[in-house]
């Protein structure tokens, strides 16, 4: 927070000075609606605005009085790791009538509220816009009905409308993810991992039925997150006769010494004819059929429950920041507009646009057009499942082409959570394109010393879920032993490279590069994914395991924080990994609310250091009872971990007290997250595409010769889309000193953390989200999914 940053201020033009915003959440609740509306309530008093909540949804809005409340700062104290709503949601029938809109009309007029920002999902963002079109015709009545003045009419002349999508379905158009549904994926995940153990102790199928009446997202997702033998969802049907293939499937499975199945069941699954297919139905058709032992578990609302993710944390609270903003910006002709996720960047939609498509899903699944419904979901979920049918279904041998090369995978660096899902990925859509799979053992380490094994479609199976690396990593660089690599590549025949790792593997694969001079073996198409904890890798705004690594630092802040309730007033000092790179601080830091966070690329000394105190001195004389600082490892050689400590303890003296926790290694452990999961088992897939294409390309007189620099390329996710870039592109980008990109996205976060702090700083909006058109929102030639 240096000194210079809080001398900045708010742009002129979006001052909220005379505004009065209302938040309110509607419809079933999700995990994250908390850290959107503690968002909208202090980026909203930040800018000047008055700000209410609207407590019990549209209820509340009708009934008004207490319902409808003046928040402040503290109020939202408290409330980002806790799951569903604290102002309360409602299903609301008075406000579908013209006397309840009417009612509620005259509530917002009396405290002058013209601005709404509404949390929920379709059928609430529907309502909003309704009362949006119908606001002037009510306000009219109210003055024939002497409630209002005739000036109010001017003054309050239109209702603001802006949406955020709080689903754990995530079955609104537009976006790629809703909030909620990232925390419901963790939960089913959760109960599909620990469900596993005991079905493989027993030998026993499990039937799983997860949430999902109109939309299959989460059956689909959680299916490819745990390597699911069957999925059922509702836009894509079973052709008839499935039930004899699915049975086929778990036998052969079991045949394959493989000793559970896993069957995923959205709770709106259907056949061909609309008749549903239940998990009751499934559970005796396999008990006839294969005789199996078999159990139901309907999960139900477990997956709506418990503490969000700190991927929705930080989505959340990017959306109610970016909700502000669009209110601030709108005009009178502005039409209502939906906050969104394209890739990874916030756009806003026309919000009936999103709705109408939304509505088409569904007519096309009624009208039996299954592929259409599938299309309108988007690009996200038509990849979803696409990777789902690539690896789940294993093609007879007779129906594989024969494409005679060699292709190796191997991890180098640090271990990340996902690498095995990666590798698992690559090796069966390898198979698929019908390529002979090579596994390498310890990395470039493991390559020259010749632990080199061919890797089948059945020895990936269960690896989704492991954490680390069970191929084994080091982060020994190749360019000491490109003799004895270039020899075992020549032993092995090997036609393309694919390595998964962080900085290392982007340092090996341009020492590779330079290797291909004097060693021809390394004229072959090489590809790199990005797998650290640290996210430090140019040409990518994510990593492999990062997502992983702040679920566990968010976790613990969470305990942490927790530990100090019921005490008087503390501040806790926690340090996180990330070498140079302040990701994990940075983005941990806004999931878990920080009140400041130390990282190399964004110099402080001591008298940034003494403010920081102060202003956490003067916050905790008022209501707030405990701080968190996050210092990253790495960010200044003498203001370290243990200097802050005894700082903050000695400046804090007589109002708080401190604790310090160096979080260490635990970062890098434990069962990757679907996000992790997923992320990697889709740029695997789309990795392995682009090396069969590069195969073919630069095959020519009897070898593989690859010698361009795009033959030698790292798959990144940029904003929207998934790019391949060559890696020799990528050494201007790159600060090889500190091993980190010269340039982060995620560093314009770092205002919004400080904003929801309580530091006056400035907001970049340079990057916010413009008002574009539903059917425009994606780019045609790449997957704009994040990963999910």
């Known amino acids: 927070m240096a000194q210079s940053e809080s001398k900045k201020i708010f742009f002129e033009n979006l001052s909220g000075a005379g505004k009065a915003i209302a938040v309110l959440t509607s419809g079933g609740d999700a995990q994250g609606m908390n850290a959107a509306v503690r968002a909208v309530v202090r980026m909203g008093l930040y800018v000047g605005a008055k700000v209410y909540f609207i407590r019990e949804g549209y209820q509340g809005m009708v009934d008004g009085g207490e319902n409808i409340t003046e928040a402040t700062w503290e109020s939202v104290s408290s409330m980002l790791q806790v799951g569903g709503t604290v102002i309360g949601s409602a299903r609301c029938k008075d406000f579908r009538s013209h006397e309840g809109r ?3 009309a005259l509530n917002l007029v009396k405290l002058g509220i013209t601005n709404l920002c509404v949390i929920g999902g379709d059928g609430s963002l529907t309502g909003a816009n309704l009362f949006r079109e119908e606001w002037s015709g009510l306000l009219a009545e109210l003055v024939e009905q002497g409630s209002i003045e005739q000036q109010s009419v001017q003054t309050y002349s239109a209702l603001h409308i802006v949406g955020m999508v709080g689903s754990i379905d995530n079955d609104f158009c537009g976006t ?22 005991t079905a493989q102790s027993h030998q026993r199928t499990f039937v799983l039925e997860v949430m999902g009446r109109h939309c299959g997202y989460l059956a689909l997702v959680s299916a490819l997150a745990c390597g699911a033998d069957w999925v059922l969802i509702p836009e894509m049907p079973p052709e008839d006769g499935w039930e004899e293939k699915m049975c086929q499937k778990l036998s052969a499975n079991r045949a394959g010494m493989k000793r559970l199945n896993i069957i995923i069941v959205a709770e709106g699954a259907i056949d061909r004819n609309n008749k549903p297919i239940t998990t009751e139905c499934i559970k005796d058709l396999v008990v006839k059929c294969l005789g199996f032992d078999t159990r139901v578990t309907i999960l139900g609302h477990v997956q709506r429950g ?21 209110l601030l910006e709108t005009t009178a002709n502005t039409p209502a507009c939906v906050v969104s996720l394209c890739g990874n960047q916030s756009v806003r939609l026309p919000l009936m646009e999103c709705v109408q498509m939304t509505q088409e899903v569904q007519k096309a699944m009624d009208g039996k057009k299954f592929e259409e419904a599938v299309k309108l979901r988007g690009r996200s979920f038509e990849n979803n499942l696409k990777t789902y049918k690539l690896l789940a279904h294993r093609k007879p041998e007779s129906e594989l082409p024969t494409s005679n090369f060699n292709v190796a995978v191997l991890n180098v660096g640090a271990p990340a959570a996902g690498m095995n899902a990666a590798v698992r990925s690559a090796v069966r859509v390898g198979i698929s394109e019908g390529h002979k799979m090579f596994a390498v053992n310890d990395g470039f380490e493991g390559f020259y010393k010749g632990q080199i094994k061919e890797i089948k479609w059945a020895d990936v199976g269960g690896w989704t879920g492991q954490g680390g690396s069970l191929l084994g990593t080091k982060r020994t660089l190749p360019a000491k032993h490109v003799g004895k690599i270039a020899e075992q590549m020549r032993t092995h025949n090997i036609n393309a490279l694919l390595v998964i790792g962080g900085f290392e593997a982007l340092e090996s694969l341009l020492q590779l590069f330079e290797a291909r001079a004097t060693y ?9 994914l990005p797998a650290t904890i640290s996210n430090n890798v140019p040409g990518t705004d994510l990593s492999i395991g990062a997502d992983t690594a702040l679920n566990a630092i968010v976790e613990t802040c969470d305990r942490i924080k927790q530990s100090a309730s019921g005490t008087k007033r503390r501040v806790f000092i926690i340090e996180t990994m990330g070498g140079y790179c302040g990701y994990l ?9 920080a009140d400041a966070a130390y990282i190399y690329e964004e110099p402080f000394d001591i008298r940034d250091l003494q403010a920081n105190v102060e202003h956490l001195t003067e916050k ?3 209501s707030i009872q405990r701080g968190l600082v996050l210092r990253n490892e790495n960010s200044n050689d003498n203001y370290t971990t243990d200097f802050i ?4 303890t000695e400046e804090g003296k007589g109002v708080f007290d401190c604790r310090k926790n160096v979080l260490g290694h635990m970062q890098q452990g434990g069962a990757p997250s679907p996000f992790d999961r997923n992320f990697g088992t889709k740029i695997s897939a789309k990795a392995m595409q682009w090396v069969t294409k590069k195969l073919v390309e630069t095959f020519r007189q009897g070898r593989v010769f690859a010698n361009t620099e795009d033959s030698c390329c790292l798959l990144g996710m940029r904003r929207r889309a998934l790019i391949f870039q060559p890696v020799v592109q990528l050494k201007g980008e790159t600060d090889f000193v500190h091993r980190i990109p010269k340039e982060q996205w995620w560093l314009k976060l770092r205002p919004l953390m400080k904003i929801l702090a309580k530091y006056k700083t400035s907001y970049d909006v340079s990057d916010s989200g413009q008002l574009e058109h539903v059917v425009h929102n994606r780019p045609k030639d790449s997957d704009a999914s994040v990963a999910m």
């Open 520 to 528: 021809e073996e390394f004229c072959i198409p090489m590809c790199m």
């Open 620 to 622: 905790m004389k008022t």
């Open 306 to 326: 418990g503490t969000p993710s700190a991927f929705d944390r930080i989505l959340a609270s990017r959306m109610g920041v970016e909700a502000v903003l669009a």
């Open 645 to 648: 400590y005894q700082l903050y």
């Open 176 to 197: 790629d993810m809703t909030i909620g549904t990232d925390s419901a994926l963790h939960r089913i995940i959760e109960v599909v991992d620990a469900i596993m153990t």
């Open 585 to 593: 601080a940075t983005v941990a830091g806004l999931a878990a609310g």
């Open 102 to 104: 009417l009612k509620a």
